[in-house]
């Protein structure tokens, strides 16, 4: 089974793994800059990576929401990127999964710390250290995290 395991938001990452062999593969949540300058998610390019690869496939997407202090932009922002993944998937007729930050760190004994979701993906995936290897990769370690956790919990 290939498990698609997604960190949402700009900074955050989509991980496919294989449960037979193993394999590995997380790539940045592709973004572009809008007319006005800002950062937001490349749909597009979006759309072309959840396309699948294999028929046994499930995404796993950690459910957000909006966070106490954020402007209401910041928020309809987040939120649409957000939306834009969940269509992506659907897109795909993808079987999709949504699971909170809490349910999986919890599973790891995580904190909201995310240098140590980071730290923790080096321990578990020790061959793809240089994609965990700076502090902004950190939601390349959380989507690879994410996959591991529904391979461990969801399909046994």
């Not at 993906?121 to 989507?143: C, M, N, T, V, W």
Request: net charge positive.
């Amino acid at each position: 089974m290939i498990i698609v395991g997604v960190d949402p938001g700009f900074s955050g990452a989509i991980a496919h793994y294989c449960t037979r062999t193993k394999d590995l593969d997380v790539q940045d949540m592709p973004t572009i800059l809008n007319n006005r300058g800002r950062v937001e998610i490349d749909i597009h390019s979006l759309l072309h990576m959840l396309e699948p690869e294999a028929k046994d496939r499930m995404a796993v997407i950690e459910q957000v929401a909006s966070r106490p202090g954020q402007s209401s932009v910041a928020t309809f922002r987040f939120g649409m990127g957000y939306g834009a993944l969940i269509a992506c998937v659907a897109a795909n007729k993808t079987p999709m999964h949504l699971v909170t930050p809490n349910k999986w760190k919890k599973h790891f004994n995580l904190s909201s710390d995310k240098d140590t979701s980071r730290q923790l993906a080096i321990q578990r995936f020790p061959d793809h250290y240089d994609r965990f290897s700076l502090k902004k990769h950190d939601g390349r370690a959380e989507a690879s995290l994410i996959c591991l956790w529904a391979a461990e919990v969801l399909v046994k």
